[in-house]
Every structure is written in C-alpha cells, then in structure tokens.
C-alpha cells in the first residue's frame, strides 16, 4: 500500500499554549486534524467556562487562513469546582473536564491534592454526561516514577470508576500494561488514549547516546514490554483506545535545562507517526477507525466527512521549528517518518 486516505481524523488530546506559541504551532495541527481535544493546564489554568471559551476564541483567531479545524474544549478541574460551572460548561459545549492530581505535570499545581475532595463535582458531571479525562499518575514521592500509573489506578482510578457507574472516563496517555488492562475489564464508558511517543518508544529512548531530553514526557516511557502492550491495545480495533498526541510543545531552553520541563512535541507528524508504528505492525486497516471513529464515538460526536490521504515516503523532520521568539525541538529532530500528508 502506497497511498492511505481515511476519514480525516481527531486529536483527542492535545496541548496548544496561548499567544505566539500558540499562533507557531496551531497550523501543524489545524492541517492534519479536523477536531482536538484541548487540554486546559494554560497558567492560569482554564477553571472556568468563560475561560475556556475565550480561549477557544483565541484559537479560532489563529488558524491559518483557509483551515477547516475545530478546538473542543475543556475545562480544568479544581477542589473548589462547582456545579453551577459544571452545568454551565455543559451548556457551552466544553466535552470534558480535567484532572490533574496537582504537581503530577506541567501547569499542574492548581490540580487536585485529594481525588475523595471532588466526588461531589464527579456526581454532577455523573448527571450531565460530562466526561472526567484523567492523568493517570500519583504524585506520592515514595512511588517510583515508573509505577505511578500503576498506583493510580489501583489508589483512585479503581474506586472511583465503580463509585460512578455512569461516568464516561478517559485514561489520558496509558503507558503500562496495567492500564491497557484496567481500561479492557473496566465497565462500559471507560476509555483511554494513546500517544505516538508510547507506541514507539520505550524508556531506553531517554539514554540514547546520551540523556535526551526531548524524549521526555509525563508520564514518562517505560519498559518494552509496556511499550508492546501499549502498541497491542492501539491496533487492535477495540473502540475503548483512540488517538490522542499529547503533543506538548516547550522552548528549546525549557526542555535543555537543569530542570526541564515534560512534553514531547509530535504535531508536526501527528498522524504520521502513527501510520507508521501500524504499517510496521501490519495494522494499517485499523489505522482509521484508531483515528477517526473511536474518539468521536466515545465523545458522541459525529464521525468527520472529510478525508485525508497519507502516502508511503520518507519525510524530513527538521531540527528544530519556530516556537514564538524561541524554537522548539519535535520529535525525531534531525531524522525522518515514513509517511506523509499527500497534498
């Protein structure tokens, strides 16, 4: 198969930033995707619904002329959360809202300290049918970095999917064979998403030659065996997994730092990478019901009608990209990806 041409797919998960940074990067996107889900960890975080949507109105005014791309919004969720903004962010069409155990990742520290403190908001979303998109990490520092998912979900993840049996929740980013597991044997509305750099990449990747900063993300990589699961559940055509990039872009200086920030920025092959990690799998007739369907089905919304061809080819990804009045590095700087958008 040279050429691939799919219904034109969703990110379900996806960072933009704000001002030039985001004017820098949004077209990456907006070229590939018809939809995103995008996060709300701005600083300050999107906490209310007059937020997110003026903020959704920033990214509207800074499309590329002639792109044809729909940013879905959320909002981020606090202890301090209420209903009155729960309802309201329904009414406005914000399709989830964020948890972020606080200091689990970037712009997380408003987040939430105890997951029991916001089952009161869990309960209204419960009624409006307002999904809970989760990042799946404790942030208890007697925890390994590498088993936080794992913990997580044993902690809070569990217990809160069978005290809400009606809640729609999305496993943000699974990287271990214990999340594919638990989204699998999890009751009906229980879903997860799935990021390029976890499909290709095992925690070796951060060592390659030398520390790579630019590999790292949270959660972070894991072993290969993780990894293979990981890669198992996306190719697998079981509608609970769909793609979301989390592509997450920094300056150069924020990541090469002494204390780099997590995030991989991937937007520039966001649908690329994936067609290659499922050609390499022999998958590519699943690559779009992964793509294009299953995400927009979980978030009932309806299916794109518009296509996007993919061709066979190697394309060069260049060192670095413009980021504002900065640069940033994207994933597999200086090499290339084996597929392309026809154009």
Known sequence: METLTLTRPDDCHLHL???PALAAVLGDTARRFARAVVMPNLSPPLTTVDAALAYRDRIL???????????????YLTEATS????TAA??????????????????????????EA???????????DLPLLVHGEVTDPAVDVFDREAVFIDRHLAPLVARFPQLRVVLEHVTTREGVDFVRDARPGVAASITPQH??????????G???PHHYCLPILKREPHRAAVLEAAISGDARFFLGTDSA??????KQSACGCAGIYSAHAGIEFYAEAFDQAGALDRLEAFAAHHGADFYLLPRNTGTLTLRRGAMAVPESLPFGDDRLIPLRAGGDVAWQVAD
């Open 17 to 19: 930033r704000d001002g």
């Open 61 to 75: 005014e800074a499309l590329p002329m002639g792109a044809d791309f729909t940013p879905l919004m959320t909002l």
């Open 83 to 86: 209903a009155r903004q729960l």
């Open 90 to 115: 329904k009414a406005g069409g914000v399709v989830g809202v964020k948890l972020y155990p606080a200091g689990a990742t970037t712009h997380s520290d408003a987040g939430v300290g105890r997951v």
């Open 118 to 128: 916001v089952y009161s908001a869990l309960e209204t979303m419960q009624a409006l």
């Open 199 to 208: 499909l290709s990449m095992n925690r070796s990747a951060l060592f390659e």
């Open 210 to 212: 030398g520390l790579r």
């Open 249 to 254: 872009p920094h300056a150069r200086g924020d």
